[in-house]
């Protein structure tokens, strides 16, 4: 069992008085009396509204299997002449949670419309040639599918 007690999370050097009143960290008093590593939040998150590209395919090992599928998204521009230009973007979303990746797999047609919720993700995959490549994917937390017409 675990007993909290309250610590300061801003240094006190050179920090004006009152900036951060509001945040306040906890620590297990299980912890040595010794300062604790400072542990800063971050913050990942993606959000996208969009098509579908092509039916997800399924991929990865037996052992971690993940369903990946591509999704457009796309701005619109309007120049001062009066001219019209629609940008669409290409992302790569992933899908490891086991319900999600099975949703994904059974349900998921191309061209349905789709929200994705969740986090960018860079790697690095060797190719057929052995030369290695970044890539750049969308792990989805969350995922909700529009009925598609």
Not at 44 to 53: P, S
Not at 65 to 78: D, E, G, K, Q
């Amino acid at each position: 069992m675990f007993s909290y007690r309250l610590l300061s999370l801003v240094p006190k050097k050179n920090v004006p008085e009152g900036l951060f009143s509001g945040v306040k960290r906890y620590a297990s008093s299980t912890m040595s009396q010794q300062e604790p590593a400072r542990i800063e939040k971050t913050i990942n998150n993606v959000t996208l509204l969009g098509r579908v590209g092509a039916d997800p395919q399924r991929k990865g090992s037996d052992e971690h299997p993940i369903a990946v599928f591509s999704l457009a998204t796309h701005t619109n521009y309007r120049y001062e002449s009066g001219e019209f230009l629609q940008r669409t973007e290409w992302h790569r979303v992933i899908c490891f949670k086991p319900g999600l990746r099975e949703s994904v797999l059974n349900y998921l047609k191309k061209g349905q419309r789709v929200h994705v919720s969740g986090r960018i993700t860079y790697g690095e995959v060797k190719g057929e040639d052995g030369a290695a490549r970044s890539t750049t994917a969308i792990a989805a937390d969350d995922i909700i599918f529009f009925h598609s017409q």
